[in-house]
T-cell receptor, first 109, second 113 residues
Framework: LAKTTQPISMDSYEGQEVNITCSHN???????ITWYQQFPSQGPRFIIQ???TKVTNEVASLFIPADRKSSTLSLPRVSLSDTAVYYC??????????FGTGTRLKVLA | DGGITQSPKYLFRKEGQNVTLSCEQN?????MYWYRQDPGQGLRLIYY???????QKGDIAEGYSVSREKKESFPLTVTSAQKNPTAFYLC????????????FGPGTRLTVL
């Protein structure tokens, strides 16, 4: 994955769907795409991970196009508690992950 | 209750002193990591260890040291050589599966007085 690029910040209103896109042009053939959520003064929390097409779990969906050069994290019907920083992870080598500055999502009432 | 523990949560030290941050995991993970986070910034990798008695420098290893004598423990020492040590320090671990999902501890906030 190497370096990733994502928007610095986003605002949304409660109840809306939020989509955060990450660009990862140098993705390796065997790399998975991973997203984390971080609240202030806490460790990042794993949200979702995928390799291709679409992955859905109880908190989010992850859309990955066929060329895998980008991915979109989709948060359905956000609430105030979803206000956090969201990271799309890059990877350099087997064990070295790269966290960018992330996307600061602010959910408004 | 499986997870990663870091202690202490808050740590204060005087300039010129070394200080050791604790990280313990009971997830039976092979790999462990230390990250540093500054206000408004992402995480930067300090050191990582793939297996006991082995560790590698990350992107900002200068002024830090680690040891990995046991699988479940990966302490980080912030030495007096670290010029700007005030930061939030995060420890993580991951298994050896094909998909290396990292699990993070709650972090230690270090303040140099």
């Amino acid at each position: 994955l190497a370096k990733t690029t994502q928007p610095i910040s986003m605002d949304s209103y409660e109840g809306q769907e939020v989509n955060i896109t990450c660009s990862h042009n140098n993705i390796a053939t065997n790399d998975y795409i991973t997203w984390y959520q971080q609240f202030p003064s806490q460790g990042p929390r794993f949200i979702i991970q995928g390799y291709k097409t679409k992955v859905t779990n109880e908190v989010a969906s992850l859309f990955i196009p066929a060329d895998r050069k980008s991915s979109t994290l989709s948060l359905p019907r956000v609430s105030l508690s979803d206000t956090a920083v969201y990271y799309c992870l890059g990877r350099r080598g087997t064990y070295k992950y790269i966290f960018g500055t992330g996307t600061r999502l602010k959910v408004l009432a | 209750d499986g997870g990663i523990t870091q202690s202490p949560k808050y740590l204060f030290r005087k300039e010129g002193q070394n200080v050791t941050l604790s990280c313990e995991q009971n997830l039976n993970h092979d790999a462990m990591y230390w990250y540093r986070q500054d206000p408004g910034q992402g995480l930067r990798l300090i050191y990582y260890s793939q297996i006991v008695n082995d560790f590698q420098k990350g992107d900002i290893a200068e002024g830090y040291s680690v040891s990995r004598e046991k699988k479940e423990s990966f302490p980080l020492t912030v030495t007096s050589a670290q010029k700007n040590p005030t930061a939030f320090y995060l420890c993580a671990s991951s298994g050896r599966a094909k998909v290396l999902t990292q699990y993070f501890g709650p972090g230690t906030r270090l303040t140099v007085l």
